[in-house]
């Protein structure tokens, strides 16, 4: 997400306050208890030396714990060049509402790394996640805040993370999710957020009298969700017809092979040069005609500026904050439907609640008991979404943010921290 202010002077923690003011009415959530439910509880800030080759330099880390109401802190750690504060304040925001419409028993927070990890080496990256955790345990903890992958992150660093505050807790397994299946990872977390978005797109397809099997999908991002993402749309029929990465952009009309190119990225480190495809011009990708356009990599990637030549019938947000609100006030006049981030990319923190479960019952349980709660949950927040949407004439974001709304403020509510 880039903190860049929109058109509109909005910083993007401001854009998701606008969108909680929008929907309080809808939550029937008084206008008074609205300050202290988009304010965060607690932003920390701390500094990582990394001695290596004989130079010492520093990187910024920082952890936002924005609400905890309905149970421990959760959500991930970004390792990026963009991070900073304020954006990781606005994703830390929204997982609270992520966690909350997906009913699972956690609130919401962020944490990221202000640091390019492709020129880190992996020793490097280790000491940056050692002193990192090590600066943050004494805030962490299976029943205060629980970390997880996300942009620049994996399951080796969530490895590294637990050990590193397993030195001054002992073994806590369900201190972090996402970790090696070694560690007590969980079955299905790798793809899980790619899997959900296919969930909720399949479902949305449906309740549209559509299907997936045929519709054509452009990927903006070929990361952990829009690899998998990709991956889980061919296996349902779909064709995936583009797709990019930082180092260039591929297309081909009669679907491209994903389980080739996913070998092929894995070989290579990019989509670039895939021989079963044709080069695109990056800066097209968003503007591929197609059903189904994911974009899956960074935030504020549709705006004013490109909004308007998006040829798509759904964005679908696969990653968090992609479409800004002047983005979005455009795409809805054009009649493009969005599938909002809030529940599209819910599947791995959903997984993550199971991986927590698992640890603490500390009893695995197998591939298909994880795909079917996971669609349990998913497809049950989504149809709440869908009928709450119905009945309140409102578009799909605003029915999401006024369903979790409500069940934060419920939550303070029973615990007496609002007595209104
Ligand atoms: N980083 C992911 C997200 O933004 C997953 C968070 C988690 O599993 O806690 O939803």
Redesign the pocket.
Known sequence: MSTAKDSAGQSPFDEVNARLDEAADLAGVPAEAMSLLKAPYREIQVQIPIFSNSHLRHFSGYRVQHNAARGPY???IRYHPHVDLEEVRA?ASL?TW?TALVNIPFGGAKGGVACDPSTLSESELYDLTTIFFSRLAMILGPSRD?P???MGTNAKVMGWAMAAYGKMNGHTPAVV??KPLSLGGSLGREDA?GKGVVIVTGQWARDNGLSLEGATVVVQGFGNVGSFAAFHFVDKGAKVIAVNDIKGAIRNDKGLDIEALMQYVAKTGTVAGFELSDELNSDEILLQKCDYLVPAALGGVITSENAGQINAKVVVEAA?HPVTSDGEEILLKAGVEIIPDLIA??G??TV?YFEWVQNIQQFAWNAERVSEELQRILGGGFAQVLEFAKENKVTLRQASFGLALRRVYEASKARGYIRL
């Open positions: 959760k959500g991930g994703l997982m992520k629980i997880a992958p996300d999710t996402g957020t968090n990319n819910a791995g923190v993550s």
